[in-house]
């Protein structure tokens, strides 16, 4: 049995978890969101809480217990609470900014790049140099984020580039001169 699986999820108030034809359905203040179940794993709600049970023990459905039950805890967090990721930019003159449903980003190339925003997410810029994602899926939060930061990741030699609120990075000492080498 999966150590994480068998944990319960408490249901906060306003929150409803549906299991119906191998479909979880979560709704909440925020949205809805759903997971289809597959292998040998059962959804339950009884008194408040969730309850993933694993109908056998096969390696792969121990490992599927503890995915499915991270998942709906991850759902009934995303729809009651929501997710967020902070990015940084870090380079002389680089900025982002919104223009309507469009982050345009200036990042060192010689043009600026457009990035659509995507539905189900909201991305703010608080400052020329501060970019916030926020959704109800955590999963498409962080894919969003590492979207944006892999357009220019930060280079350990001075530092530039867009990385995570907090993320550190490892500086690296440039070339020496040749001088005093024989």
């Not at 068998?6 to 979880?24: H, Q, Y």
């Not at 993933?52 to 121990?62: K, S």
């Not at 998942?71 to 003159?93: C, H, P, T």
């Not at 990042?107 to 994602?133: A, L, W």
Request: net charge positive; aromatic share 4%.
């Amino acid at each position: 049995m999966s150590r994480i699986g068998k944990l319960t999820i408490a249901i906060p108030a306003g929150v409803t978890v549906e299991f119906k034809d191998s479909v979880v359905t979560v709704k909440g203040a925020k949205g809805t969101l759903t997971q289809k179940i597959t292998g040998a794993i059962d959804v339950k709600t009884e008194n408040g809480h969730v309850h993933v049970v694993a109908l056998d023990e096969t390696q792969q459905t121990n490992a599927l217990h503890g995915l499915y039950r991270a998942l709906i805890a991850n759902m009934v967090k995303g729809v009651s609470e929501g997710y967020s990721k902070g990015l940084e930019i870090k380079g002389v003159g680089w900025r982002a900014a919104m223009q309507g449903n469009k982050l345009v980003l200036n990042v060192g190339f010689s043009h600026p790049v457009e990035v659509v925003q995507p539905e189900g997410i909201k991305i703010e810029c608080p400052s020329q140099t501060e970019i916030t994602v926020s959704g109800i899926d955590k999963v498409l939060v962080g894919q969003v984020a590492a979207d944006l930061r892999a357009i220019r990741i930060p280079e350990p030699y001075h530092g530039y580039g867009i990385r995570y609120k907090g993320e550190h990075v490892e500086h690296k000492e440039g070339k020496t001169s040749g001088k005093g080498k024989k």
